[in-house]
């Protein structure tokens, strides 16, 4: 039960009442007794104590206060919606728990789901992570042991897209998102578990460096251990420290210490493989180039295909780099697209490169150029075509090159909530890890918004009517009229 305003500004109005007793006050019309013995006792203190209210006034005032209320638009809320959509986010920030030895923001969003399930006799379950979870139709109290299974975790909440989930199971039926993140547009009702806690945590993590965030309004003071080393790390708020390890491994453990409220994001996993290429030819120096970029020779099963020959109009099953077996005289590079992840640390403008035919097919694009705008090496999604192999025997930009190209092969990590998996770790040799900093940052608290849940029944027009009565009540003043 409870009573919402559309128009709230409309109370302002109420001190106008003031103008309503003044005019009153000066328009009643003066007694006049018959006798003097009237004016005596209306004197008395006992004659004083007996006279009654100004009751005409009072109505004035209360018809005055009753269209103003009138004007603030109220509607009165009762009950509960007997059909209902409930969202609840089980993203990781949901598991932070904002006072020390407190309840997690996901407990605090259980037991309010919990309140409107069971008034509900229709209604449907939705867990919002990676991917939305949905239980129902069912009869809300039903659904409260799968409630009580849902745990927070994901790296990432799809909000909207768990409402779509419950909509389609239950069309018609209003919407409530229980999180502490923005809800999405077009919900009926919105209930915010934020809190105000303080957090740090690890968002990057490499084979050679980790990144650690600081979402605190305050400086945050803490450590860094990974694999026997530790930094010791001060970091000011809302920026990042990055911390480089002393060599590079495949596998790789981080841990921060004092990292805030949210546990989730202060231990983290990365983990690389070393993928297969098949080389169908020999070469030393591309065997050499490959095992520096952390690959190893395969055979044809292998993830990934390194050949001397232009590429074929349609594109290949595997990533593969096309080494041309001709070209023309070397030019001079200009230009090396900046954009393009494959380029990232190549080095090639200013050195000389033959210039090969331009490949065949579509959807290939230029990632280096000569002065002219020809291009001399070629991308197209995972593939790559090269000038002639002899060009590159001595030119550490291939190794890069490489290194770039079979960097989407080696990664083996997945993000918290995939798979199910809701706790860091390494498994089956891929690495689980949350490395998210919108999670990190934790939502803040913001307005509910849950009027749109309880069925309202306008009460302005009411209002009007009592008010237009109490007009009619106060009516005009009588005149006493002298006798004889």
């Known amino acids: 039960m409870g009573v919402s305003l559309q128009n709230p500004l409309a109370l302002l109005l109420l001190p106008l009442g003031a103008l309503v007793w003044y005019w009153h006050r000066s328009r009643r019309l003066a007694q006049r007794p018959a006798t003097a013995l009237w004016l005596l006792e209306a004197g008395s203190p006992r004659q004083r104590a007996r006279r009654w209210p100004d009751l005409r006034l009072l109505a004035l005032l209360g018809s005055f206060g009753l269209l103003v209320l009138a004007l603030s638009g109220p509607s009165l809320s009762s009950g509960r919606p007997e059909r209902l959509v409930v969202v609840l986010d089980a993203s990781a920030s ?246 393009d992840p494959l380029t990232r640390g190549v080095a090639l403008v200013g050195r000389k490169l033959p210039s090969p035919e331009p490949p065949a097919g579509n959807g290939w694009r230029p990632l280096v150029r000569d002065a002219a705008g020809n291009g001399l090496v070629w991308r197209r999604g995972q593939e790559l075509y090269l000038p002639p192999l002899a060009a590159w025997r001595d030119e550490p930009a291939l190794v890069v090159l490489l290194y770039n190209w079979l960097e989407p092969l080696k990664s083996r990590a997945r993000p918290l909530g995939a ?25 803040r608290p913001r307005p509910d918004r849950l009027a749109g849940l309880r069925p309202a029944r306008p009460l302005s027009g009411w209002l009007a009517l009592a008010a237009a009565l109490l007009l009619l009540a106060a009516g005009r003043p009588k005149v006493p009229r002298r006798k004889g």
Not at 227 to 252: H, I, M, N
Not at 311 to 324: G, H, K, L, N
């Open 94 to 339: 949901m598991a932070a728990r904002d006072r020390p030895g407190g309840a997690s923001r996901i407990e605090d969003g259980k037991r309010l789901a919990a309140r409107w399930l069971e008034g509900a006799g229709s209604a449907v379950l939705v867990r919002a992570g990676l991917t939305p979870t949905a239980y129902g139709p069912a009869e809300g109290r039903r659904l409260l042991d799968e409630l009580s299974t849902i745990r927070a975790g994901d790296a990432a909440a799809d909000l909207e897209r768990a409402a779509a989930a419950g909509r389609r199971l239950l069309a018609g039926a209003p919407v409530l998102v229980i999180s502490d993140a923005a809800p999405p547009p077009n919900v009926a009702g919105y209930a915010n578990v934020a809190g105000q806690g303080k957090n740090a945590g690890i968002t990057a993590l490499g084979g050679g460096f980790a990144a650690v965030y600081n979402a605190s309004r305050t400086t945050w003071k803490g450590s860094l251990e990974s694999d026997g080393e530790r930094f010791d790390l001060q970091v000011a708020p809302g920026r990042y420290a990055v911390v480089r390890f002393s060599g590079q491994k495949t596998q790789r453990r981080a841990r921060l210490n004092s990292g805030g409220v949210l546990a989730l994001d202060d231990v983290a996993y990365y983990a690389a493989a070393t993928p297969a290429v098949s080389l169908e030819f020999r070469d030393p120096a591309l065997t050499r180039a490959l095992l520096a970029a952390g690959a190893r020779p395969g055979g044809e099963a292998a993830a990934a295909v390194v050949t001397l020959a232009p590429p074929p109009p349609e594109p290949a099953a595997r990533p593969t780099v096309y080494f041309a077996p001709h070209a023309d005289a070397a030019v001079t590079v200009a230009d090396v697209d900046p954009t």
């Open 419 to 443: 798979d199910g998996v809701l706790r860091p770790g390494l498994r089956a040799g891929t690495a689980y890890s949350l490395l998210s900093a919108t999670e990190t940052n934790l939502p």
